[in-house]
Nanobody, 117 residues
Framework: QVQLVESGGDLVQPGGSLRLSCAASGSIFSINAMGWYRQAPGKERELVAT???????NYADSVKGRFTISRDNAKNTVYLQMNSLKPEDTAVYYC???????????WGQGTQVTVSS
């Protein structure tokens, strides 16, 4: 009943920028928080950034100062602006939403970000 639709993944040069979007739809009572995680080949999934409904943000140290998370509560959408991209940012990026009073977690299918050449 809940679907997360991601967009914006692409191939980009080092130093370039991308903006990821994730929209939650379906049976949504309320969004407690949304965020982005990533997983590179052969590595564990890691937190990138999160944002609460009230606007509090949290970032991984590796992306702080380069990435910015934001949201549009009316559209149930979260964004990730990625600047100064590095090859080590290459990964599948997953959208996460924490919903409702039971704080249930939902995940998108992932979008590929490749930083190369």
């Amino acid at each position: 009943q809940v679907q997360l639709v991601e967009s914006g993944g692409d191939l980009v040069q080092p130093g370039g920028s991308l903006r990821l979007s994730c929209a939650a739809s379906g049976s949504i009572f309320s969004i407690n928080a949304m965020g982005w995680y990533r997983q590179a080949p052969g590595k564990e999934r890691e937190l990138v950034a999160t944002i609460t409904r009230g606007g509090s943000t949290n970032y991984a140290d590796s992306v702080k100062g380069r990435f910015t998370i934001s949201r549009d509560n009316a559209k149930n959408t979260v964004y990730l602006q990625m600047n100064s991209l590095k090859p080590e940012d290459t990964a599948v990026y997953y959208c996460n939403a924490n919903l409702g009073p039971r704080r249930a977690d939902y995940w998108g299918q992932g979008t590929q970000v490749t930083v190369s050449s």
